[in-house]
């Protein structure tokens, strides 16, 4: 690697590093997702309002995981009671609206806390709903002082209460005066809206009875744990019969505990996240840094080995244990008269005067032991040898190249 990757390495994991510490110290913001999910502590949580609510009647307390059109469809399997529902939207289609409905006019209650409850549903029970928008010159848009309070005069010593944060402000801005009873308001700190607005009202749908609070921050955490404002949340179930069955609704929930993404746990956990950052990184530097072609090693060839021994030895090998032995002192004989051939540039098929003494003269040999050789030679070939045949042969031929190997010194 040259010096100017080393330094521009360097330099971008100090940046990193230094993004790093930056995020670390950084102040967790606070996070006002609109979850309304029991297991979540965030300000618009519900675990404080759940956990409260359960333990005060654990017994006829509930829990609906699956959509109400299946869950109200098992007629066996549900009690008279009250469904409830909490959250930021609310929307049944016409089907779940209907089984719904049927359901509540059995004589049962449906209570809705949401700040959309779906056009068709809103029809159905003669209402609609209408966001406060103050209208100011100057264009800096925020919502003034808000506090809830309930009509009923027996709660009146406990109220109003004060809205802490900035929530939605959603009222009834129509209802059926016939039908509808209204429970609670919300007053604005605003010249042009001087009367409290309705955001809790009851309808009556056959024998049952429809609840509808239009402002479900009420029922968060960061709403219920603020001044004596649990007490509104109080004042509010005593609308419900705490006798029936209650049955929370874990479907219509924008936080419920249903990852959306392979990431989302990963995405969810700080450390997790960076490391995940971090993974990515080191990857894109191995293969900016790392990833050339580097030049292949060359391998070792080792030569092809010399095993015209081992073939020889395995052929004599086979011939004696097929018990060919006038073929194998054949090709003994046939090998060395080769020998001669080629080393020492004699024909032993033409043996004149001279041959003996100069093949004794360029092996070292007597002259008597290569005639000896070359006459023991004849005789075998001209009969069917046996081993003992072969076994002259051989002795004489190994001798003979013995011989010769000492003459020129490859034997010491």
Same mark, same amino acid.
């Given at each position: 690697?040259?010096?100017?990757?080393?330094?521009?390495?360097?330099?971008?994991?100090?940046?990193?590093?230094?993004?790093?510490?930056?995020?670390?110290?950084?102040?967790?913001?606070?996070?006002?997702?609109?979850?309304?999910?029991?297991?979540?502590?965030?300000?618009?949580?519900?675990?404080?309002?759940?956990?409260?609510?359960?333990?005060?009647?654990?017994?006829?307390?509930?829990?609906?995981?699956?959509?109400?059109?299946?869950?109200?469809?098992?007629?066996?399997?549900?009690?008279?009671?009250?469904?409830?529902?909490?959250?930021?939207?609310?929307?049944?289609?016409?089907?779940?609206?209907?089984?719904?409905?049927?359901?509540?006019?059995?004589?049962?209650?449906?209570?809705?806390?949401?700040?959309?409850?779906?056009?068709?549903?809103?029809?159905?029970?003669?209402?609609?709903?209408?966001?406060?928008?103050?209208?100011?010159?100057?264009?800096?848009?925020?919502?003034?002082?808000?506090?809830?309070?309930?009509?009923?005069?027996?709660?009146?010593?406990?109220?109003?209460?004060?809205?802490?944060?900035?929530?939605?402000?959603?009222?009834?801005?129509?209802?059926?005066?016939?039908?509808?009873?209204?429970?609670?308001?919300?007053?604005?700190?605003?010249?042009?809206?001087?009367?409290?607005?309705?955001?809790?009202?009851?309808?009556?749908?056959?024998?049952?009875?429809?609840?509808?609070?239009?402002?479900?921050?009420?029922?968060?955490?960061?709403?219920?744990?603020?001044?004596?404002?649990?007490?509104?949340?109080?004042?509010?179930?005593?609308?419900?019969?705490?006798?029936?069955?209650?049955?929370?609704?874990?479907?219509?929930?924008?936080?419920?505990?249903?990852?959306?993404?392979?990431?989302?746990?990963?995405?969810?956990?700080?450390?997790?996240?960076?490391?995940?950052?971090?993974?990515?990184?080191?990857?894109?530097?191995?293969?900016?840094?790392?990833?050339?072609?580097?030049?292949?090693?060359?391998?070792?060839?080792?030569?092809?080995?010399?095993?015209?021994?081992?073939?020889?030895?395995?052929?004599?090998?086979?011939?004696?244990?097929?018990?060919?032995?006038?073929?194998?002192?054949?090709?003994?004989?046939?090998?060395?008269?080769?020998?001669?051939?080629?080393?020492?540039?004699?024909?032993?098929?033409?043996?004149?005067?001279?041959?003996?003494?100069?093949?004794?003269?360029?092996?070292?040999?007597?002259?008597?032991?290569?005639?000896?050789?070359?006459?023991?030679?004849?005789?075998?070939?001209?009969?069917?040898?046996?081993?003992?045949?072969?076994?002259?042969?051989? $002795?004489?031929?190994?001798?003979?190249?013995?011989?010769?190997?000492? $003459?020129?010194?490859?034997?010491?």
């Amino acid at each position: 690697m040259s010096k100017f990757y080393k330094i521009s390495l360097g330099v971008f994991i100090f940046l990193i590093a230094f993004l790093t510490y930056l995020e670390a110290i950084e102040p967790t913001p606070i996070n006002w997702y609109p979850s309304y999910a029991k297991q979540d502590k965030i300000p618009l949580g519900t675990y404080v309002f759940y956990e409260n609510w359960k333990a005060s009647n654990p017994d006829n307390f509930k829990e609906i995981n699956i959509p109400p059109f299946e869950y109200l469809s098992d007629s066996t399997g549900i009690e008279n009671g009250t469904y409830f529902f909490l959250n930021n939207y609310v929307s049944f289609d016409e089907d779940e609206l209907n089984k719904l409905l049927n359901w509540v006019e059995k004589g049962n209650t449906a209570f809705i806390a949401s700040d959309v409850f779906g056009e068709h549903f809103l029809d159905t029970l003669n209402l609609d709903t209408k966001p406060y928008n103050k209208k100011i010159e100057d264009e800096i848009s925020f919502i003034p002082k808000t506090e809830l309070d309930l009509v009923n005069p027996n709660f009146s010593e406990d109220g109003p209460f004060e809205v802490p944060h900035e929530f939605s402000s959603i009222y009834f801005s129509k209802i059926d005066t016939l039908k509808t009873t209204i429970l609670g308001t919300v007053k604005y700190d605003d010249d042009t809206i001087t009367e409290p607005q309705i955001n809790f009202i009851e309808t009556e749908f056959g024998e049952g009875k429809i609840v509808l609070h239009s402002t479900p921050e009420a029922f968060g955490n960061y709403f219920i744990l603020k001044n004596n404002n649990f007490k509104y949340a109080e004042n509010v179930l005593a609308y419900i019969d705490r006798n029936q069955p209650i049955y929370w609704d874990n479907y219509y929930k924008t936080g419920k505990a249903q990852p959306t993404s392979l990431l989302y746990i990963i995405m969810q956990n700080k450390p997790l996240k960076w490391a995940y950052y971090l993974m990515i990184i080191a990857s894109l530097l191995f293969i900016i840094f790392e990833g050339k072609r580097k030049q292949r090693a060359i391998p070792v060839v080792k030569p092809l080995k010399n095993q015209s021994y081992e073939y020889t030895q395995t052929i004599a090998d086979l011939y004696l244990e097929k018990k060919q032995v006038d073929e194998l002192t054949k090709k003994r004989i046939q090998h060395f008269k080769e020998y001669i051939r080629t080393e020492m540039k004699l024909d032993p098929d033409k043996k004149g005067d001279e041959f003996y003494p100069i093949l004794a003269d360029k092996t070292g040999n007597s002259i008597d032991f290569i005639k000896e050789l070359f006459e023991n030679i004849e005789a075998v070939e001209r009969k069917k040898a046996t081993a003992q045949d072969y076994e002259t042969i051989s $002795k004489g031929i190994h001798k003979f190249k013995y011989a010769n190997a000492r $003459k020129t010194k490859n034997i010491v």
